[in-house]
């Protein structure tokens, strides 16, 4: 019992990491569209659709194990933090008080979804739930 719930532990810190990873690859894709031309160049393109997939994959991955509603959350927010800041370092994005504050929501709100998933995401099922069965049609004479 105690080897599955270290197993289970080991799975969801992988779980947070993967994660994390996957909210880089958003960022790249996300400032990678940028450098695409509306995708008609060709190298930045493919490292756009790339990044995307691998983001994808890496969330879907992470999601086997952490709730789908804190996975999402946290992985879309690592990209828009991420990429705000990427835009003011790279693009010359502004950087108003106001977006800085708004980044510390978001930050904020990261930490509080990661601090309130119930131990961490463990006991998160791994297959989705089976769809209920349909009614059977009533006979009709």
């Known amino acids: 019992m105690q080897e599955q719930l270290t197993t289970k532990r080991r ?10 990873i996957a909210g880089l690859f958003e960022i790249g894709w996300a400032i990678g569209l940028k450098y695409t031309d509306g995708f008609s160049r060709l190298w930045p393109s493919v490292w756009t659709a790339g ?3 691998v983001s994808i994959w890496l969330l879907a991955w992470a999601m ?9 959350a946290v992985w879309v927010g690592i990209g828009a933090i991420g990429t705000v ?3 003011i370092v790279l693009l010359g994005d502004p950087a ?3 977006r800085m504050v708004s980044m510390l929501l978001i930050v904020a709100g ?13 006991g998160v099922k791994e297959e989705a739930p089976e769809a209920p069965e349909a009614p059977e049609p009533p006979i009709r004479n």
Do not use: C, F, Q
């Open 51 to 53: 990044s995307m997939i």
């Open 85 to 87: 800041l990427l835009g």
């Open 96 to 98: 108003t008080l106001g």
């Open 110 to 122: 990261i930490v509080g979804l990661k601090l309130a998933t119930p131990n961490g995401g463990e």
């Open 11 to 20: 799975d969801t810190e992988m779980a947070w990491i993967i994660l994390g």
């Open 64 to 72: 086997k194990s952490l709730p789908v509603g804190t996975a999402y």
